[in-house]
Each structure stands twice: as structure tokens, then as C-alpha cells.
């Protein structure tokens, strides 16, 4: 697959919730370790009502309408930190694609880039505080040399991908600076950031339905 259509974004979100409601008691666990335990339940949420709205729009709403709904009915659905986090990526990623028919290399990195800016801004969050930012900061780049290089969808994904990981990896050994991790400072060096390993998911079912 070298492009994502309307109909494609529809049928992504559909991973996604099939994705985060496998994940659920997972997530849960690990956010329970530093944070207070509704991460998988959040997630799960926010993707199960984002997947019934934009399957309700239609291909015919367009890949801007699409993300905007979704990223609408998540604010409303999941209000917490990361349900509000995550609703704020994609309402800026439908900003920065909007008039886009589909959504090839090039559109995937102006995406990410969208969704990461717009965490961080809204987070009031930087690399290396132990956050989602830690993982969609290194695929926003990843993607963005990739559309440099010329690379078709699949293989940019796949090097985000592997970057989010190393993102992923990389925040076991770093200091949690929001949130209630925050309270336990040195006691979360060690852990992989929860929010973060949201991000690699996401990253993670993308590549996959690309790719096949």
C-alpha cells in the first residue's frame, strides 16, 4: 500500500480499537506501576468511539473531516490527560491535512509532525521528559527523512517505526517529569514510559495495516 485513502483511515481506526482493547489490561498494569491505572481504559475509549464516528462519516467526509471527527468524539468520550492528549494530535493533524485526498509519504510525515507539535504544546512537554513525546518526536523525523529520501510509505513507516521503538527504549532510562509519575521521580528510572508505549502502538498497528 503506498497510499492511505478515506476509506483506509475508516478501516485503520478500526485497528486501532481492536488494538487498544486488546492492550487495555495491559496498559492498565503498566500506567498502575507510576500512574493511577485508567490508561488501558482510556485508550480503549477513546479508539472504540473514534472507530463508530468515523465509520458513521463515510469515506466521502475526506481524510481532514475523518481526523477531525475522531479526534472531536475522543476529547468528549475520554476527557483524562491522555484521552486529551491524543484527541489534540489528531485535531491538529486534520489542520495540517486538510485538502488532502489521501495520505502517501509525504502526508504521513506532515501528520506526525502535526500530532507531535501539537502534544507538546499542549502537554507543555519536551524530549526527555519521559512522555509520548519521546516516541512521536523520533517518528516525526524518521518519516521526515524518509519523504526526503524519497522512500515509499511502507519502508517509512517501518523506519518510524523502529524509531519509536528506540524512542520507547530510551525513556526506561529517564525521569518522569509530568503527571502523577512525576511524584515518584527517581522510582520510575527503569520503567518505560506508559503514554509512550501508546505511541509505539499507534505507530505499530499503522505500519502494520500498511504493509500487510
Same mark, same amino acid.
Given at each position: 500500500?503506498? *497510499?492511505?485513502? &478515506?476509506?483506509? !483511515?475508516?478501516? #485503520?481506526?478500526d485497528? /486501532? ?11 492498565? $498494569?503498566?500506567d ?17 468511539? &473514534?472507530?463508530? %464516528? ?8 475526506g481524510?481532514?473531516? #475523518?481526523l477531525? $471527527? ?6 468528549? %468520550? &475520554?476527557? $483524562? %490527560?491522555?484521552?486529551?492528549?491524543? +484527541? =489534540?494530535?489528531?485535531?491538529?493533524? $486534520?489542520?495540517?491535512?486538510? @485538502?488532502?485526498?489521501?495520505?502517501? =509519504? ?5 501528520? /506526525?509532525?502535526?500530532?507531535?507539535d ?17 516516541v ?6 524518521? !518519516?521526515?527523512? +524518509? ?8 519502508e517509512?513507516?517501518s ?7 528506540g ?9 518522569? *517529569? ?6 515518584? *521521580?527517581?522510582? %520510575?528510572? @527503569?520503567?518505560q ?7 509505539? #502502538? ?11
Amino acid at each position: 500500500m503506498n *497510499q492511505i485513502s &478515506a476509506s483506509d !483511515l475508516i478501516r #485503520l481506526f478500526d485497528d /486501532w480499537k481492536a488494538l487498544f482493547a486488546k492492550e487495555r489490561d495491559f496498559l492498565i $498494569s503498566l500506567d498502575g506501576k507510576v500512574g493511577d491505572s485508567d490508561l488501558g481504559i482510556t485508550m480503549s475509549k477513546a479508539f472504540a468511539a &473514534a472507530a463508530e %464516528t468515523v465509520a458513521a462519516e463515510g469515506e466521502a467526509s475526506g481524510i481532514s473531516k #475523518l481526523l477531525r $471527527s475522531a479526534g472531536a468524539i475522543m476529547a468528549r %468520550t &475520554a476527557p $483524562s %490527560t491522555m484521552g486529551t492528549l491524543t +484527541a =489534540t494530535g489528531f485535531l491538529r493533524a $486534520s489542520k495540517a491535512l486538510d @485538502g488532502a485526498a489521501s495520505i502517501s =509519504t509525504a502526508e504521513m510525515a506532515t501528520f /506526525w509532525r502535526a500530532f507531535r507539535d501539537g502534544i507538546a504544546e499542549r502537554g507543555k512537554a519536551k524530549v526527555g521528559d519521559k512522555t509520548l513525546l519521546d516516541v512521536l518526536d523520533p517518528v516525526a523525523r524518521a !518519516l521526515e527523512e +524518509a519523504n526526503a529520501a524519497g522512500e515509499p510509505l511502507g519502508e517509512a513507516l517501518s523506519a518510524a517505526l523502529a524509531a519509536a521503538e528506540g524512542g520507547l527504549e530510551d525513556t526506561k532510562a529517564m525521569v518522569a *517529569q509530568h503527571g502523577k509519575a512525576a511524584a515518584f *521521580q527517581e522510582k %520510575t528510572v @527503569g520503567l518505560q514510559d506508559a503514554g509512550a508505549t501508546v505511541g509505539v #502502538l499507534l505507530i505499530s498497528a499503522m505500519t502494520e495495516f500498511v504493509n500487510g
